[in-house]
């Protein structure tokens, strides 16, 4: 058998119409459909699809480990970030725009005196992209400026006059740099070792000018920038009071004194132009204190990072006027914006945005996962999806209304999830070899299910229902018998061959056969009632699939590109009309193609977004959006097809 080189990683055989594809230098035998080979030409290159993606909707916020994030632009939007992106959120329009300049994961934000251009920082991106801070105009989404840093800024605070942008990067030295973003290239006017312990915030004084004040654990300092710009630092200090292990959060009040909470749950006033306290208002929370905030009226506003609660004082911290407690699930309380009227916007550290007033309460404008995120499933018919992670949340998003229809604690972290053809169940598999039915309408759990102990990686019902076969880390995979309307199962047995864990698998359109990729990049076919391996791939050369979620297959070979480690695409999907298929790697892209991508060298347009492994794309029903889903990132963003 004779083949020709096609690529540095493909060699064509002519004889049998067979491609031999090597990743990690392990060589995969791939056969070309019979109808294909007379047409095959491997050296041709083929182009994009004439199809595109558009970032309509990203669903999600970091609030588990990022402070300061959550402000209200004039144009009436929201504006925070999750994952590479930042999101400019008109709640009562119900409406979205994204900036997204940025390669990773963004950390911090701030906005300017002028309420129209925002800075937000990003650690060190993929590839050879260095940690930086861009400045950038929130009505035309225009990148102003891009300011290079040592290390991921942690937080960012305009001057008075917007000129200026000081910086905490998370280097090893935690400099202190100021920054005239305004002069070409942006120019770094100052900079200084910070603190030799977390620095958590920086704030410009809002009434004098050359005046910055940083905090974080084991301190409070208060900066004089001088006209020469150097930077003099002087200690916060307490006296005989206890230091807090954090001083977390910081705010001005009307007179210019610094506020600043604590990890013990206290609140300081530091008078103005000193570094010693005026007043201590001891015991507001119960554990820290993760935000304060002075309104346009004067009073201040408290979030509790562990008890929940918002206290709001009168301006002179004499006395509470009102408070109110968030429900526990949503998560302690990380951020606090001031809305419109009486209104507050609360993030929280569940990664959750909630609005409302401390007279009605609040209700939930942003949910979202709060760890590792892998599992994903579309509706068969309706515009909807679930999505199920490490945080042990299923929730069901509507993608038209672009909201949570539920969320569901299920006790189990998920890996992957499914939904049935029917549409009248979802299954979950979980990292403990565990599996749970689901009732989508009622919540109510139907069935529940072990098999092994290891991770199940991948759930596929056969296109009649009648079998559901689960790929699992011990490198097997389940296959079942299904009755009474998807709620019985009966396990008709296991399918042993593969030699590594199970990552995709595949029904046959007539529901009698299972192909199923491994991580020591396999392909395998099975007879799926007798749970028995196909000796002979070329057999299965014709076989017409109903789904295709397998990476390494003849139809896809053109979504690998040279060099591939076999790990580095974790998802593939074909749209339902068979013209585009969908990839999610491990660089944060998600990728489109034409389908079948059967060329060696196959041309894609490509997405950022995602700062994390992209774990899981899927097509929508009708075709006309693709969903994804960013592992570490815990955000699901939604693509228009164009």
Not at 619 to 637: I, Y
């Amino acid at each position: 058998m004779s083949f020709t080189p096609i690529t540095h990683t493909c060699q064509y055989n002519e004889e049998d119409g067979s491609m031999r594809m090597y990743l990690r230098g392990r060589p995969i035998v791939l056969y070309s459909p019979s109808d294909a080979i007379d047409n095959l030409d491997p050296a041709k290159v083929a182009p994009p699809p004439q199809n595109k993606l558009k970032l309509e909707w990203v669903y999600g916020y970091r609030g588990k480990d990022c402070r300061s994030n959550l402000y209200l632009l004039p144009t009436g939007e929201i504006v925070y970030f999750v994952a590479g992106v930042v999101v400019l959120f008109n709640v009562e329009e119900q409406c979205q725009r994204h900036y997204t300049g940025h390669t990773d994961d963004v950390k911090c934000l701030a906005v300017h005196p002028n309420k129209m251009i925002v800075a937000s920082g990003q650690c060190a991106g993929h590839g050879d992209a260095r940690p930086h801070i861009r400045v950038w105009n929130s009505v035309s989404l225009s990148t102003l400026a891009v300011l290079q840093t040592h290390g991921g800024a942690v937080c960012l605070s305009f001057s008075a006059d917007g000129a200026r942008l000081a910086a905490v990067d998370d280097s090893a030295e935690r400099a202190l740099a100021v920054w005239d973003w305004q002069r070409e290239r942006g120019v770094c006017v100052a900079e200084t070792k910070c603190s030799v312990d977390t620095v958590v915030s920086v704030e410009f004084h809002p009434l004098d000018r050359n005046q910055i004040v940083t905090c974080g654990k084991n301190h409070i300092a208060f900066w004089t920038l001088d006209q020469s710009n150097v930077l003099y630092k002087r200690m916060g200090v307490f006296e005989t009071r206890d230091k807090p292990k954090y001083v977390t959060c910081l705010a001005f009040n009307h007179n210019g004194d610094v506020l600043s909470g604590d990890s013990s749950g206290n609140v300081i006033v530091w008078g103005r132009g000193t570094n010693t306290i005026l007043k201590l208002v001891k015991g507001v929370h119960d554990g820290p204190l993760f935000c304060l905030l002075t309104l346009k009226e004067g009073q201040v506003v408290t979030g509790g990072g562990k008890d929940g609660r918002v206290v709001m004082f009168d301006e002179d911290l004499s006395a509470p006027i009102s408070e109110t407690t968030i429900e526990g699930h949503y998560g302690g309380i990380r951020a606090i914006a001031e809305g419109r009227g009486s209104q507050l916007y609360i993030g929280t550290t569940k990664n959750c945005i909630l609005q409302g007033d401390m007279q009605l309460g609040f209700s939930p404008a942003v949910l979202g996962h709060v760890d590792e995120l892998w599992g994903l499933a579309t509706h068969p018919s309706l515009p909807q999806f679930v999505t199920a992670g490490w945080d042990r949340l299923l929730q069901l998003w509507d993608s038209m209304a672009h909201s949570t229809v539920w969320s569901k604690d299920i006790e189990e972290r998920a890996q992957c999830c499914a939904w049935s053809n029917s549409g009248s169940v979802i299954v979950v598999g979980a990292l403990t070899g565990r599996w749970l039915v689901f009732d989508p309408h009622s919540r109510e759990l139907l069935a529940d299910h072990q098999d092994g102990s290891e991770p199940i990686q991948t759930i596929q019902f056969s296109p009649d229902d009648k079998y559901v076969a689960l790929g699992s880390r011990d490198n097997f995979i389940y296959i079942y018998q299904v009755d009474d309307e998807c709620r019985k199962y009966s396990r008709l047995g296991k399918c042993l061959g593969h030699s590594s864990y199970i990552t995709h698998l595949d029904w046959s359109e007539d529901g009698q056969y299972i192909r199923s990729n491994s991580g020591d990049y396999e392909l395998l076919y099975w007879n799926a009632t007798t749970c028995r391996q196909v000796p002979s791939p070329s057999s299965m050369r014709d076989t017409s699939w109903f789904t295709h979620t397998c990476p390494i297959t003849f139809r896809t070979l053109g979504v690998w590109p040279e060099h591939a480690d076999g790990t580095d695409i974790n998802s593939c999907v074909r749209s339902h009309d068979s013209r585009l298929v969908a990839t999610g790697d491990d660089f944060g892209k998600v990728k489109l193609f034409g389908y079948p991508a059967t060329q060696p060298k196959s041309l894609c347009h490509q997405y950022g977004g995602h700062s994390s492994h992209v774990t899981c794309v899927r097509f929508l029903p009708d075709d006309s959006r693709v969903v994804s889903t960013g592992g570490l990132d815990t955000s699901v963003m939604q693509w228009i097809v164009e």
